[in-house]
């Protein structure tokens, strides 16, 4: 695959907000209908039930998630994984905005977000471990 194609492909599965919302909701619960995800929604989020149902159908074109026929409805199931999407929407990231380096990334994550002493050493430990050190 070329690099462009590879690319491509990252940046095509990014969702937009409303869609990660109800992605959100779909990976914490595992499935769900257009009713169970509504009523995963925050109160103060006012989206009607032909939104998600639209939403959720967009999903399933893109092939983000899959469905089930139950009744007379569908169940929406996951086909992307939460840390599936997360590395890609990192690659995407890194490729878009840090010019391809993630040490530029790293660099103003860590002087960008106020990290305790705490997370300061999970991340030398996931540094150390990614470089094959103890």
Known sequence: MS???AKRSVTEKLLT???LELMTILWKRGEGS???VLESLPR????????VSTILRILEQKK??????????????PA???TEYEAKTVKHMVNRVFDGAPTALV?????????????????????NEAGGKK
Do not use: F, N
Request: no cysteine; proline share 2%.
């Open 3 to 5: 690099k462009s194609k």
């Open 17 to 19: 907000d409303a869609e």
């Open 34 to 36: 257009v009713a169970d």
């Open 44 to 51: 103060e989020r006012d989206l009607a039930y032909t939104s």
């Open 64 to 77: 983000i998630v899959i469905t089930r026929k139950e009744g007379r409805g569908h169940i929406y199931i």
């Open 80 to 82: 992307l994984g939460k």
């Open 107 to 127: 660099r103003q994550l860590v002087s960008s977000m106020p990290l305790d002493a705490r997370q300061i050493e999970e991340l030398k430990k996931i540094i």
